[in-house]
């Protein structure tokens, strides 16, 4: 399967261009879009942290904002991603049922399309940092391997939910749902450690993982938690393959169920 | 050497009706298929029928084979299954070498994109490379013929361009076996003529191809073999002068059915009165050998036979025939008004004969009215209409039209 995806990679360089294109062709904000959903995310963090302050006499610092919108980033990634991907198969059933070829680029190439999304954002989050002078260190280099890890795990839940949705059109609205409230059950706006014990309940979320890892490797300066990490990471490549052996399973049955 | 295409006792079957594709409706389903599959889980079966049934064929290296068949017969699903899009249910088919299919050309076009960008994203989802179709790209557009419009967003393309864009991005994939679905009747008739030099150059190339076409002339010209589908079975395989006739007498064969069915709800709009002063019973067609018969050669010897019986006494009835092909054409008529000789009055039971001397009409189906009318031919006394007849075609099918014309040629220099 991964090698007939390789064949294809032409294509699904293709159809994330075309994602990309049509998200931007016509839009009056163009590539402000990147950063207009992560913009209003941490102003909606920055509010709840400075209620949060006030409720218990804390000032909010700095580093909490940084933390915030260095986490929104990847979060605002992962719902894209879930979000175009869900119907990528389904929005595209011209091509699913007429013309043959692995139809996983549909689901991998909205993904993509929105990782694009992500550096954009990602470079303009940068430049800030850069501007307010948060400095470097040596874990920065953990960045990388952090977002493979979630980029596999995003393709796989993707490729799961996207077939999904083929056979039962309401996946896509418990989807919603779930995406709609899953800002409150990920350390997106708060810490993990905030609820001390309890916090490897929130660390249970492979995407609360990654996230405390970003976090601990851009804001905090410290090496991330390897054991969260190691849990991340094969949660990600699991899901990933399931989501992989899932969809190729089903992908004969998807030009008469669709 | 092995054959590109293998298609090795496929079956696939299709559901009819509705199916459940939200959650909502899937739950209590599966609650209802597992109570079900207790007793015996007949109500499933019997939502679901074979489109393909037990299909076997091989197509050479550089075969051109013709699909024909009429609507609902499975072709499009064998080029479905050919192409990979569905599988089958039983059976195995094996397709060696690049795939390409002229099937819906723009399935994967998006409006928003300009024409040389959709030249490339369908030109990756038919299986090229990109550096490939750089390559290609100038002949592409210019076989198109929209070079002037190719960085338009194509939805401000007509549609005709559109498809035209379509058909060139498919015609240039370069495949070892192509599928073709009736897609040659794109755009103008230059750009049709341009399609047809394009088949014509891949048929010479040496592709395989498998072509499925309701266009018999085309298929007659391009194919070396046909395979008449029906309800998802082969009907017949071999030469196209084999099998297009047996198709075409099959096609005509439902048509008469039709016909019959249509007549028979049918009123005809010139009201009979309700006590039949007359009733004609009995009409036969008589052929060569004066045996009554529905089916005739082209050419044949043709004779209508009927009998009347009349309630009193009619003075100067006209006794008519016509013959009336399917689509409605009226084909020839006579009656008897002008032959004082036949008798001034009929009564009681007699019988009349007409004949027609060489059926000299195309093959297809004809109707045979008779009837039987007034002095002034204003008012029938009765009309018998039920009389279908099939004119078989014998060889390939070399002349259209209504009447059959052995005609002398001579073609001088100049």
């Not at chain 1, 011209?94 to 190439?109: E, G, M, Q, R, S």
Request: net charge positive.
């Amino acid at each position: 399967m991964i090698r007939e995806l390789l064949k294809y990679k032409d294509l699904l360089f293709m159809l994330t261009f075309r994602d990309i294109r049509i998200r931007y062709k016509q839009a009056a904000m163009g590539f402000l879009w990147a950063i207009f959903m992560p913009i209003v995310a941490v102003a909606a963090g920055i509010l709840i942290k400075k209620a949060m302050a006030v409720v218990s006499g804390q000032y909010i610092d700095m580093l909490g904002v940084v933390s915030i919108s260095v986490k929104v980033l990847p979060w605002t990634f992962f719902i894209n991603s879930l979000k175009f991907s869900v119907q990528s198969l389904v929005g595209n059933s011209n091509l699913v049922t007429k013309i043959y070829f692995p139809k996983a680029v549909l689901p991998l190439a909205s993904i993509f399309a929105c990782f694009f999304d992500l550096c954009i954002a990602g470079i303009v989050l940068v430049v800030l940092l850069t501007i307010i002078k948060l400095g470097v260190s040596i874990h920065l280099l953990w960045v990388p391997l952090i977002l493979l890890f979630l980029l596999l795990f995003t393709a796989g839940v993707g490729l799961l939910l996207s077939a999904g949705n083929l056979f039962f059109r309401d996946v896509r609205y418990v989807v919603e749902v779930v995406l709609m409230f899953g800002i409150f059950f990920t350390p997106v706006f708060y810490s993990a450690s905030h609820f001390g014990n309890w916090s490897h309940l929130l660390l249970l979320n492979p995407v609360g993982s990654i996230l405390e890892s970003i976090n601990s490797a851009v804001v905090l300066k410290q090496m991330p938690d390897l054991f969260w990490l190691g849990y991340a990471g094969f949660c990600s490549v699991t899901v990933f393959i399931a989501g992989l052996n899932f969809f190729h399973k089903k992908e004969p049955l998807f030009a008469e169920n669709i | 050497m092995q054959n590109p295409i293998e298609f090795t006792n496929v079956w696939k079957k299709f559901r009819k009706g509705e199916k459940f594709n939200s959650l909502r409706d899937a739950i209590p389903n599966l609650f209802r298929k597992r109570t079900a599959k207790n007793v015996k889980d007949i109500t499933l079966e019997d939502m679901e029928f074979w489109a393909v049934k037990d299909v076997n064929f091989n197509v050479k290296k550089g075969e051109v084979v013709g699909v024909i068949g009429p609507n609902g017969a499975g072709k499009s699903t064998i080029l479905k299954l050919l192409s990979g899009i569905i599988v089958p249910n039983k059976g195995s088919m094996k397709v060696t070498g690049r795939l390409s299919a002229l099937i819906e050309v723009t399935a994967g076009f998006h409006p928003e994109l300009t024409g040389r960008e959709n030249v490339y994203l369908n030109g990756t989802i038919l299986g090229m490379k990109r550096k490939e179709i750089s390559e290609k790209f100038d002949e592409i557009v210019e076989f198109s013929g929209i070079s002037e419009f190719i960085d338009t967003p194509v939805k401000r393309y007509s549609s005709g361009m559109y498809s035209r864009l379509g058909f060139s991005v498919a015609a240039h994939v370069n495949p070892d076996v192509l599928l073709v679905d009736e897609v040659l009747a794109v755009g103008d008739i230059a750009f049709q003529a341009k399609c047809a030099e394009k088949m014509r150059e891949l048929l010479r190339s040496g592709v395989t191809i498998v072509l499925v076409s309701h266009n018999i002339a085309l298929i007659e010209n391009l194919c070396s073999r046909v395979i008449l589908l029906g309800r998802g079975e082969v009907l017949k395989e071999g030469a196209p002068e084999k099998v297009i006739p047996y198709y075409e007498n099959l096609v005509f064969q439902q048509q008469e059915n039709e016909l019959k069915q249509k007549l028979k709800s049918s009123d005809y709009k010139v009201k009979v009165t309700d006590d039949l002063a007359v009733d004609i019973s009995n009409v036969i067609l008589l052929g060569e050998n004066n045996e009554g018969k529905d089916s005739f050669c082209a050419g044949e010897n043709f004779t209508v036979k009927a009998e009347y019986k009349t309630q009193k006494k009619i003075e100067n009835p006209v006794f008519a025939l016509e013959i009336i092909r399917a689509d409605g054409v009226l084909c020839c008529s006579s009656n008897t008004k002008e032959k004082s000789d036949l008798g001034d009055s009929i009564e009681g039971k007699g019988g009349f004969k007409v004949n027609l001397g060489k059926l000299d009409l195309c093959p297809g189906i004809y109707a045979a009215k008779v009837s039987i009318w007034d002095r002034d031919m204003i008012h029938p006394y009765v009309i018998r209409k039920d009389n279908i007849f099939r004119i078989e075609v014998s060889g390939v099918k070399n002349a259209d039209g209504v009447f059959l014309k052995d005609m002398d040629w001579q073609v001088t220099g100049a």
